[in-house]
């Protein structure tokens, strides 16, 4: 694959016939250098043995759960489950033979009721986790640095808040990849405008938690709403239109978004704060 972009890259740049100046030949050469050098420092690599992500879509919501699990351990976790698929994520664990040991939030989310109450009804012993800064009720509380293990694997606890006050990043460094919540999206953001919101707070979590980590790494957003899955965090260094600015800059841009009210923060939040499972809507309830 990599080699095939490259040759691409390589051909298309080379075989021009106005191609015989010295001058444009060099400028030319640079250009395929930097392009190789984006392409190569961007290139996920490949996941360890026995470490699956399914990456699942709520087209309401626009949300991404993830299923993670080690296959040979049978081990498996859901990282931002949404209460109207939790059957959905329930018998896809089942149907893979694996065991739902905890069901994850990356925040107290406004805009869909969480699946992890619903998940501990349907898979028996499933364990809920939100971070302790959150102030939303489940089994484990979270903190920076604190590590999450199912099987062989682990994530860890990185607290990226701005979005809202509890939110936290997980990172699998052996898989090297970043599970971002609502703190960085793809080309975008989560809004900072309720929930103790902050750009300031949101600028510096992504700076110090994120983009520290290494260009490679793959970004998987709790949404898109564009059709995007993924992203790097290379990628999102050098094209991320809101977080290439400065800080000042960037506050500026995210005080004025003038975005409407969230359509289900009403009956979202007060539900998130108990784990998805009390006061829930007359059509969510079970
Ligand atoms: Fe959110």
Redesign the pocket.
């Known amino acids: 694959m990599i080699q095939c972009l490259l040759s691409t890259v390589f051909r298309g740049r080379c075989g021009y016939p106005s191609d015989n100046k010295p001058f444009l030949r060099f400028s030319n050469h640079l250009e395929s250098m930097k392009g190789i050098h984006i392409l190569r420092s961007i290139m996920p690599k490949p996941f360890s043995e026995n470490f699956l992500l399914r990456q699942l879509f709520d087209r309401e919501s626009c949300t991404y759960t993830y299923l993670l699990a080690d296959v040979k351990a049978c081990e498996a976790i859901l990282i931002d489950p949404v209460i109207e698929l939790a059957e959905r994520d329930a018998n896809l664990v089942k149907d893979l033979g694996l065991n739902l040991k905890y069901a994850i939030n990356t925040?107290m989310?406004?805009?869909h009721i969480t699946g992890t109450g619903k998940l501990k009804k349907l898979i028996p012993g499933c364990q809920s986790i939100i971070s302790k800064a959150a102030g939303a009720k489940a089994d484990i509380y979270v903190e920076n640095k604190d590590e999450i293990k199912f099987g062989n694997f682990k994530l860890e606890v990185r607290s990226t808040p701005g979005?809202?006050n509890g939110c936290v990043s997980y990172v699998d460094h052996d898989q090297a990849v970043v599970f971002t919540?609502?703190t960085l999206l793809i080309r975008g953001c989560?809004r900072t405008d309720f929930q103790e919101g902050s750009p300031e707070r949101l600028y510096n979590s992504v700076y110090q938690q994120i983009f520290s980590l290494p260009d490679h790494y793959t970004v998987y957003p709790?949404h898109d709403y564009k059709g995007f899955t993924a992203s790097t965090v290379g990628e999102e260094k050098r094209y991320n239109p809101r977080l290439t600015k400065g800080k000042d800059e960037f506050t500026t841009i995210m005080n004025n978004l003038n975005l409407p009210y969230p359509k289900k923060i009403d009956e979202s939040l007060p539900a998130n704060k108990v784990c998805g499972l009390q006061d829930l809507p007359d059509h969510l309830k079970f």
């Open positions: 925040h989310h406004a805009d979005h809202t919540g609502d989560g709790a």
